[in-house]
């Protein structure tokens, strides 16, 4: 009855935990570029941990991830607002290639480590 009544007040695009839990597992990565029925199913995957949900039965990876999923909710039922937030991408490095002299110094560097 008190999960009947939280999905009543559930603002519009909530899915239930066990929908939530579906979604978090089929969803391929990178998790944060795909597109989620709610913010607080990314979050609530993330803070559960993608290895863990992944690698454990659903017997053992649902009820931790619908506890920590209700709690967004409520949160969120509280008037807080959630955005998945994209990684930002790495900085490019330019490969340049060693000089002859640097590559010697390299391998002479080397061979002295294992001598």
């Known amino acids: ?3 009947a009544c939280r999905d009543v007040g559930m603002p519009k695009g909530m899915p239930s935990p066990r929908k939530a839990y ?5 969803k391929p990565s990178p998790k944060a570029e795909q597109q989620w029925s709610h913010p607080v199913v990314y979050i609530a995957g993330r803070e559960c941990g993608w290895y863990f949900l ?7 990876a649902f009820a931790p991830f619908a506890e920590i999923y ?3 909710c409520e949160r969120v039922m509280a008037g807080e607002e959630f955005l998945v ?7 490019e490095t ?6 002859k002299e640097q590559a010697l110094a390299q391998l002479d ?3 002295n480590l294992l001598s």
Do not use: H, W
Request: hydrophobic share 30%; glycine share 0%; proline share 9%.
């Open 1 to 3: 009855m008190l999960n």
């Open 94 to 99: 330019s490969m340049k290639p060693a000089t």
């Open 109 to 111: 560097d080397l061979k």
């Open 22 to 26: 579906q979604e978090v597992c089929t």
């Open 85 to 91: 937030e994209k990684p930002q991408a790495l900085p």
């Open 54 to 60: 992944a690698n454990t039965i659903e017997s053992k």
């Open 70 to 72: 209700q709690q967004y």
